[in-house]
């Protein structure tokens, strides 16, 4: 069977010929990357249904999808991919580097389907055992937790071991679900620089408390609500806490902090004590004070300090209990709860 190289077809009938032809992506692909996107773009404007002569327009589009999938085929190919005993995940680009791992984009197919994934891919192996304790964490949540508030946490589809074939290092990679569309409180706080509105922080704060509550009745708490960490979705005013790795049991101590926020821990984690939901609340409220800055109502002021006081038997530690207080302080302040539109402002280009 003969490959394309330099020679593709100039005529809509030799594409047509040369996909017939086609067993695998190399057949009508060349190895050369700028090659094969040259190649490709020639068949698809050659192959297209709109410039089909009206004989052969019935067979044009399944024609143009099987050229379609023969390149995803050959592109993928040629991305580094992960194998567990359930999937193959093919790499995409990088996301983000955090202070724990880097978070890639990722795909793999399952019943003939092709899904997205987010693969958290440790920094270091240093760090394997921080990636295994959120794959306990949301396994226990998704388990345990109240399914109606599910979606405040997000979604494993498994944990599994890597060895880097350059390294030799083995690391503990977890493929999550992505959230489309979320923001984290950080970027909203970079785009309100003056301090964000309450009453636009009123339904983040309102959905963290019932975050923080979901996962205290199914004995997790979080132990690091950051700006970071907190991933809100401005058209459907959506919340969800990411981050895992610094959770534990109530009266376990957290395992590690995120050093350039050090200030906003408790005393309890600092101090290597033991952490409880009040450990998580006072997070939250601090995460809340910051976002709001000045423009933050005296009465919200004094209902934080309740929130953030040092002595963690001090603190409030039913989430719940105060989500209704909370609720309690806005119809004080604003009256009665009404919808109101919040957007990020446009990225740069």
């Known amino acids: 069977m003969t490959t394309m190289a330099a020679d593709a077809p100039h005529t809509r009938a030799a594409a047509r010929a040369a996909l017939a032809a086609a067993r695998r992506p190399a057949d009508l692909f060349p190895a050369d990357h700028a090659a094969a996107v040259r190649t490709h773009r020639r068949l698809a404007r050659l192959l297209h249904p709109d410039t089909a002569p009206p004989g052969e327009r019935p067979d044009a589009e399944a024609e143009f999808a099987r050229l379609d999938a023969l390149w995803q085929q050959h592109t993928a190919a040629a991305r580094p991919t992960l194998t567990t005993r359930r999937r193959t995940y093919t790499l995409g680009a990088t996301l983000t580097t955090g202070d724990l791992a880097v978070l890639r984009e990722a795909t793999y197919e399952e019943d003939g389907t092709r899904h997205r994934a987010l693969l958290k891919i440790p920094r270091t192996v240093t760090d394997n055992d921080l990636m295994e304790r959120e794959a306990r964490t949301l396994d226990r949540l998704a388990r345990h937790g109240d399914p109606r508030h599910r979606a405040y946490a997000p979604r494993l589809l498994e944990s599994f071991r890597h060895r880097d074939p350059d390294t030799g290092g083995e690391r503990r990679v977890n493929a999550l679900v992505p959230s489309d569309g979320f923001h984290t409180l950080a970027e909203v706080h970079d785009?309100?620089?003056?301090?964000?509105?309450?009453?636009?922080?009123?339904?983040?704060?309102?959905?963290?408390?019932?975050?923080?509550?979901?996962?205290?009745?199914?004995?997790?708490?979080?132990?690091?609500?950051?700006?970071?960490?907190?991933?809100?979705?401005?058209?459907?005013?959506?919340?969800?806490?990411?981050?895992?790795?610094?959770?534990?049991?109530?009266?376990?101590?957290?395992?590690?902090?995120?050093?350039?926020?050090?200030?906003?821990?408790?005393?309890?984690?600092?101090?290597?004590?033991?952490?409880?939901?009040?450990?998580?609340?006072?997070?939250?409220?601090?995460?809340?004070?910051?976002?709001?800055?000045?423009?933050?109502?005296?009465?919200?002021?004094?209902?934080?300090?309740?929130?953030?006081?040092?002595?963690?038997?001090?603190?409030?530690?039913?989430?719940?209990?105060?989500?209704?207080?909370?609720?309690?302080?806005?119809?004080?302040?604003?009256?009665?709860?009404?919808?109101?539109?919040?957007?990020?402002?446009?990225p740069h280009p």
């Open 191 to 346: 785009a309100h620089p003056g301090g964000l509105d309450p009453r636009d922080a009123a339904w983040m704060w309102r959905r963290l408390l019932a975050a923080l509550g979901w996962a205290h009745r199914a004995g997790r708490v979080h132990g690091a609500v950051l700006p970071e960490h907190v991933l809100v979705h401005p058209g459907l005013h959506g919340l969800v806490l990411v981050d895992w790795c610094y959770s534990t049991a109530p009266g376990d101590r957290v395992p590690a902090l995120v050093e350039r926020h050090r200030a906003a821990y408790p005393p309890e984690v600092t101090g290597r004590r033991p952490a409880t939901e009040a450990t998580d609340i006072h997070l939250a409220s601090h995460t809340m004070a910051t976002l709001m800055g000045a423009r933050t109502p005296k009465p919200m002021r004094a209902f934080l300090r309740g929130c953030t006081l040092p002595a963690e038997a001090r603190r409030p530690h039913d989430a719940w209990q105060l989500l209704a207080e909370l609720d309690a302080l806005l119809d004080r302040l604003y009256g009665p709860r009404t919808f109101r539109p919040f957007t990020m402002p446009a």
